[in-house]
């Protein structure tokens, strides 16, 4: 199969291209547009997006255990551009984060039609009670090495990511632990000093969860996490680029500061997204969706992202202004690295995954590629 446009993202920048895609891989590229080639005229092809943090969609979520809302899920995703995603296991009871951990794994070994489930991302319930968001702060427990262990045990080796707050974690025991599993630590939810954060990036943490939201603020003499997430050129920082959880000139600090090669950006949704307006429950509590495209509790707190993925990249140009190059490699690229795929996935490129993002000038979503095959 041949794929053609004016546009395609090769080497940071786009480029009239032909693509021959053979058993789910990109076998060669050819410059210029080729005859007889599907031609997506100047449509965009980027990579296929990665989202390695969201929570859930239509009413349901990735802590539910509910392996039908997993397939269902993976086979809508593509219609916001996303190929590959891992399901955000965020705070509840004990018993649903153990068997969402098994039914991600279960799903996870069906290779079902959709983007592709890579394994879980556990948020849950390592966090600091007052940066927990919006969640119930007597769920939440202090991280112990054997603890994470019956987690990594009832996802059968599929959890790629976990959230720590690093004060709560004792000598740092989880985190190095989970290093050593191959598990990519995340910052966040977490009162942790600049100091203690620095830390725990030396130690081998590579993210900063949602840089700016549900941790300690940035303060001339207590700088917290995000000024050690800013400062260190070793770890990736996350923007929620919907325009309401960081203020536009905050989006803006954080890709600035990361630059093109350690910005990732993520939707962080919840189940409420794609639902119509009203009134709903969700994650223990009423909860309302608003016209901004975020949930929010009854008394006004954000409570999640609404918005699909693709907006990201539109918006981080467009309120962040930041780089096309910047914008795009936040959602495809980067996230790749720090998930250890980069070899495989979120670039156009010779021997790689066919995962791709094709998108009109106004940013919806056209087409969608999953190992070659198209999804919409």
Request: proline share 4%.
């Amino acid at each position: 199969m041949l794929i053609t446009s004016d546009k395609v993202w090769i080497d940071e920048t786009f480029i009239p291209a032909t693509l021959e895609v053979e058993q789910g891989r990109i076998k060669s590229i050819i410059l210029g547009k080729a005859a007889g080639a599907l031609d997506y005229g100047n449509l965009s092809i980027i990579p296929g997006l990665i989202d390695i943090h969201t929570h859930g969609y239509q009413g349901s979520g990735a802590a539910d255990a509910n392996p039908e809302f997993l397939r269902k899920w993976a086979a809508y995703y593509p219609r916001e551009g996303v190929t590959t995603f891992l399901p955000g296991i965020n705070v509840t009871t004990e018993e649903m984060i153990k068997k969402s951990l098994e039914v991600v794994a279960d799903v996870m070994e069906e290779k079902n039609c959709g983007a592709e489930i890579y394994g879980s991302f556990l948020q849950a319930p390592f966090m600091d009670h007052n940066y927990c968001g919006t969640y119930n702060k007597f769920l939440l427990q202090a991280p112990t090495v054997e603890h994470v262990k019956e987690y990594i045990e009832c996802s059968r080796n599929t959890i790629r990511t976990i959230s720590l707050a690093p004060e709560n974690d004792k000598d740092h025991e989880v985190l190095k632990y989970c290093i050593a599993q191959g598990i990519q630590v995340c910052l966040g939810f977490s009162n942790c000093s600049y100091e203690e954060a620095m830390q725990a990036i030396t130690e081998g943490a590579r993210n900063v969860i949602h840089c700016f939201n549900c941790m300690g603020p940035l303060l001339s003499r207590e700088p917290h996490l995000p000024m050690a997430g800013l400062l260190n050129d070793e770890v990736f920082c996350e923007v929620m680029a919907d325009g309401v959880h960081v203020h536009p000139s905050v989006m803006s600090l954080v890709g600035r500061m990361k630059g093109k090669d350690k910005l990732i950006t993520v939707t962080d949704s919840t189940s409420l997204k794609g639902l119509k307006a009203g009134i709903y429950s969700a994650e223990g509590g009423a909860t309302r969706i608003c016209e901004d495209g975020v949930a929010r509790l009854m008394n006004g707190k954000i409570a999640g992202s609404l918005k699909p993925m693709i907006e990201n990249i539109k918006n981080m140009q467009q309120l962040g202004g930041l780089p096309l190059v910047t914008a795009i490699n936040a959602a495809t690229i980067n996230p790749a690295k720090l998930l250890r795929i980069d070899d495989q996935k979120g670039l156009i490129r010779e021997g790689y995954i066919a995962d791709l993002t094709i998108y009109d000038e106004t940013y919806q979503v056209i087409q969608t590629y999953v190992h070659g095959k198209p999804m919409i």
